[in-house]
């Protein structure tokens, strides 16, 4: 018997960013023929000559002008066989977490614009784009608490009341700052710094930095990052 298959597999790239004490996301804008235009996550479809992961980093590259070399794959969403009304997709989702303060973003290819947008301000987007983007929101904050990367979305150097704030901000709830500094420097995996705060108010307080090596070097011997909240 005859199998007959007219699939695409497609890409989707969700960025979070985090500044000013809020999360964001990086979306373009897009307007394909005499369509109204739209929101949506960087992406599109993979070239046959490609691996998924080359066809994630070079969408996001040419729509956003983003250059990362690594990202995680977050799930393949293809249930609804109607997810892109043009064709029969289905389509990949990678996620990454980025300083946003250090990217140069600006809309190329079949992108007309591209923004950081706020979590909680996030319009409707195309496709099943919403899903997507709920389904990589609910791994970064599970992921979280039990592996370090919160530092990816803070600069080299940062306040250790921006950790606090950004475990605030993205799990949604106040923690105990006492208890959840102590929890943090007693994994031994930050530098307190030389250099101070740029921000000139009330008393100075000096910059940490998170050490990888000595985490890697942590991983290796047994290593478990956990922090509980109540």
């Not at 699939?7 to 979306?27: T, W």
């Not at 591209?114 to 195309?126: N, T």
């Amino acid at each position: 018997m005859e199998k007959l298959q007219n699939i695409r597999i497609a890409v989707d790239a969700i960025v979070f960013g985090y500044k000013n004490n809020n999360l964001y996301v990086l979306l373009i804008e897009q307007q394909f023929g005499t369509s109204e235009k739209y929101w949506a996550l960087p992406g599109g479809l993979v070239k046959d000559s490609e691996s998924l992961s080359d066809a994630v980093i070079r969408e996001l590259h040419e729509e956003t002008n983003v250059q990362l070399n690594f990202m995680e794959q977050l799930y393949t969403f293809g249930d609804d066989i109607f997810r892109d009304s043009r064709n029969r997709v289905i389509s990949v989702a990678y996620y990454a977490l980025v300083d946003a303060s250090n990217l140069d973003i600006k809309a190329s290819t079949d992108a007309e614009k591209v923004q950081w947008v706020k979590i909680d301000e996030i319009p409707s987007l195309a496709f099943d784009h919403n899903l997507i983007l709920e389904k990589a929101i609910m791994r970064l904050k599970s992921k979280l608490i039990y592996e370090p990367i919160g530092f990816d979305l803070l600069p080299e150097e940062f306040l250790f009341s921006d950790l606090e704030n950004l475990y605030c901000t993205i799990l949604e709830k106040e923690i105990d700052r006492r208890n959840f500094r102590k929890k943090i420097l007693s994994f031994d995996i930050l530098e307190q710094t030389d250099n101070f705060s740029p921000v000139k108010t009330g008393r100075p307080a000096k910059l940490f930095r998170f050490n990888k090596l000595k985490y890697n070097e942590l991983i290796q011997k047994g290593f478990h990052f956990e922090i509980k909240f109540a």
